[in-house]
């Protein structure tokens, strides 16, 4: 038999299922059917439950996190209740967030043979069934390299490989493409795309950035608030709380549908194209702001074993500015953030922040000169609760006690200070490793992808926060593969390749010049990077007009 000829229907079906921790339920009386090879998004505002829909598909929920459930939920026609996600991994593949966590070898190869040599197989069968899934996903040219080596994008696909070894009926996926630059993730969804339609797999994904995937699934599912509106991707979204910018300009016009596709919104975009005629979006500072740069870097070079992350870069930048640094994965962009922050290595180069080496001070007085949010806000959390977290922050940075959880508070609202940090939203545990880095008042202000986990909500309000900051003197870096929350922050943006600076220019500009990088409202109405400055500049009424074709 193939890796990929699986013996159910590939049908995935809760049945008026409720799940809860304690009292508080996440999944309230959910009915859906998923039919065989139907690729199914899954929306949702952060903290919705959307995880936990997709761990209860292969038994993670409950039998790893605790709580009740009630209801029913097959695949392929078996009962997925008082299995484990070991019973049901010929049935269902689950693919989590960090694709290195659930690594279990460091070789390509090796990982993709794990499951079969725990299902049994015999040699030469698990040759075959490594090789079509090397040859499906495009792994040829990395099958023999180490897993530590991969981009991003290839350690997603070695991830979904993995996955389907054992040749499962469906495939669950969380936020596949929330570390992925715009082209790796093309490369990640087209991969998905050729499962459902040429392998019959039935495919449950979900994810923040819609404006990727929605091009891409046949239906969708809305939870929110425990409950589960199922239907069309257009008609789900067009009632979802949260929804790509396509959609948002669609309500904006009026256009039918919404449309959620870029060429969709194009045929419908003459009515708004002439409305918008003789106006501007409203100016946006670009300009660098006067006085001496508070940033200053030169011949940075920062080396790995067996590369050079980055190549001699010159960087300059001033209180008030909002940058965006972006590029390909693996281009430089975090190794810089560390390098600048000087807690990173450098191979040579210098850094001056107000004159002086962040590198050369000792952690504490370093913290006062630049404040560096990782990938992983958690990182920078030790404490038990948030109150013991904001108080240890006030002890670092010598600040008068209160000074974290005032910022805190002005950050994000309704957090309890008797709350464990691991135990918050992602936008409220970003807001906590924000506060807590901005406790020591730092001019230099970085961040290495933030907008991982948050909803479009959740990054417009980011977007807002970090320009106010900007605003108040600091100057703020951030490092993103999200172009639309680029279009939302930036007055900067700053491309690297290959470890060195290809693009600096005001953010209009680089962004407009590049299709990677430009965001879906500039792909319709050129000139215009958000659903905001459309809005206001019809006074927020939209035109009602649209052109059917």
Known sequence: MSAFENTGTGQVRFDHVTFAYETRPILDDVTFALPEGEFCLLVG?????????????????????????RGRITVAGRDVRGSTPADLADLVGYVGQDPLAGFVTD???????????????DPAAMRKRVTEIVDLLGLADVRHRTLATLSSGQRQRVAIGAALVAGPAALVLDEPTSALD??????????????????????????????????????????????????????????????????????????????????????????????????????????????????????????????????GIDLAAARGERIALMGRNGSGKSSLLWALQGTGRRSGGRVAVNGADPASRRPGERRTLAGLVPAEPADLLYAETVAAECAGADDDGRAPRG???????????????????????????????????LTAA??????????????????????????????????????????????????RVVILSDGEVVA?????????????????????????FTVRQVA?????????DDERH
């Open 107 to 121: 070789d390509v190869e090796l990982e993709l043979a794990y499951t079969a040599e725990q299902l049994g197989l």
């Open 403 to 437: 000074t974290c959880a005032k910022i805190l508070a002005d950050l994000v609202e309704d957090v309890d200070d008797a709350t464990h940090p691991r135990d918050l939203s992602e936008g409220q545990r970003l807001a906590l490793a924000l506060a807590v880095t």
């Open 182 to 311: 715009p082209t790796a993730a093309d490369e990640v969804l087209s991969a998905l795309h050729r499962l459902v339609h040429d392998l019959g797999v039935t495919v449950l994904l979900a994810e923040h950035r819609l404006e990727r995937v929605a091009q891409y699934a046949d239906s969708a599912l809305l939870l929110n608030g425990g409950k589960v509106t199922a239907g069309p991707v257009g008609a789900v979204l067009a009632v979802s709380p949260v929804a790509p910018p396509v959609v948002e300009l669609g309500r904006l016009a009026g256009w039918p549908g919404p449309p959620v596709t870029i060429r969709e919104a194009r045929r419908h975009a003459a009515g708004l194209r002439a409305a918008l005629t003789g106006r501007s979006p409203a100016a946006r500072s670009e300009a660098v702001p006067p006085g001496p740069p508070l940033l200053e870097a030169q011949g940075v070079t920062v080396d790995h074993p067996g590369v050079r992350a980055v190549n």
């Open 45 to 69: 505002p952060t903290g919705a439950g959307k995880s936990t829909l997709l761990k209860a598909v292969n038994g993670l929920v409950p039998h790893f996190t605790g709580g009740t459930i």
């Open 442 to 491: 730092p001019p230099l202000l970085l961040l290495d992808e933030p907008t991982r986990g948050l909803d479009y909500p959740g990054k417009a309000a980011l977007a807002d926060r970090l320009g106010r900051l900007a605003e108040a003197g600091h100057c703020v870096v951030v490092s993103t593969h999200d172009v639309e929350f680029c279009a939302e922050f930036a007055s």
């Open 536 to 544: 206001e500049a019809l006074g927020e009424s939209g035109t009602g």
């Open 504 to 528: 600096d220019g005001p953010a209009g500009r680089i962004v407009a010049a590049s299709p990677m990088f430009a965001p879906q409202v500039d792909k319709i109405l050129p000139g215009w």
